[in-house]
């Protein structure tokens, strides 16, 4: 599955507009993924993010469908980038788990006064704590760069 193809595989599959929990960790097209999905409103999305890029900068991979992860630093969407989009699809960035692994978004509906403002990265980054749950952290990788003409 693909952005072009994942709302329809939902779709057949009868899954509901509006679901309690969407999780999405799909390494490389994981931001690319969630934007295709903006026809669902689930309460709450968790994605995996790239805690390498610093919290003030908007980034993500180029697309391509089945593109897979190498193992470095070059992979997924920046914090920045997610809360931009989470915005985007009304939502708010809540907050992040520790390791520097998942950012955790609400439907803007229901943030109400339950959760620490501001919402945007800055506020919520958490850096890369990998060596807490493997034994070593991505080795260093060139990041996608736009080519400027």
């Known amino acids: 599955m693909d952005k072009e193809n994942i ?22 097209n994981t931001y690319h993924v969630w934007e ?3 026809e669902f409103s689930p309460r709450v ?3 995996e993010y ?30 920045k980038a997610f809360e931009v989009l989470g915005n985007r699809l009304g939502y708010r960035l809540v907050g992040c788990d520790f390791n520097g692994v998942n950012a955790f978004f609400v439907r ?6 339950s959760f620490a403002a501001p919402f945007t990265a800055e506020n919520h980054y958490e850096p890369p704590r990998y060596s807490c749950i493997h034994r070593t952290a991505h080795p ?10």
Do not use: M
Request: no cysteine; proline share 7%; hydrophobic share 45%.
């Open 7 to 28: 709302a329809e595989h939902l779709e057949k599959l009868g899954v509901p507009r509006e679901i309690d929990l969407l999780s999405l960790d799909i390494d490389q």
């Open 36 to 38: 295709a999905l903006h």
């Open 140 to 149: 260093p990788g060139i990041l996608d760069r736009w080519e400027v003409d």
């Open 108 to 113: 803007s509906d229901l943030v109400a006064d």
């Open 50 to 79: 790239n805690a390498a890029v610093p919290p003030d900068i908007e980034w993500k991979v180029h697309y391509v469908p089945d593109r897979r992860w190498d193992g470095t630093q070059n992979f997924g969407a920046s914090l």
């Open 45 to 47: 999305v968790v994605v």
